[in-house]
């Protein structure tokens, strides 16, 4: 009785060593994380730059609103920036100035949108 164990015995776990880095895997290594710096330094430049940008906007868009607030005591302000960003403001602090833009808001599409063309009834 002959199983093919008993022609293959089994062999035992590959015993591994810690591997040594050729020299051209220490290049590649070196080249990664001169890389991942480089990626790394440009991300955070980029986020600086963002929220330099932003603080510098908000803090314009404060100045408008307290600007307005001296005369308005509520106020939606739509717009766009010089270099083409949008701004939006809306200024209302209780629920019957929401209520009161809103209103306001509704009369002006009125008002200054086109009339739906008639279908040829009157």
Known sequence: MTQDSDKNPK???KKTGARKRTKKAEENFDLDDAFEKKIKAAL????????RKKNLSQK??????SFVEEHLSCFVLLGYTV?????TIVNANT???SD???TALS???AKYS???PTLGLF
């Open 11 to 13: 062999k035992g776990p």
């Open 114 to 116: 086109e009339p739906p």
């Open 60 to 65: 314009q868009v404060t100045a408008i609103t």
């Open 95 to 97: 629920q019957k100035d």
């Open 83 to 87: 270099g083409g960003d949008p701004v």
């Open 107 to 109: 009369k002006f599409l």
């Open 100 to 102: 009161s833009l809103g």
């Open 44 to 51: 955070e430049a980029n986020l600086e730059q963002y929220a």
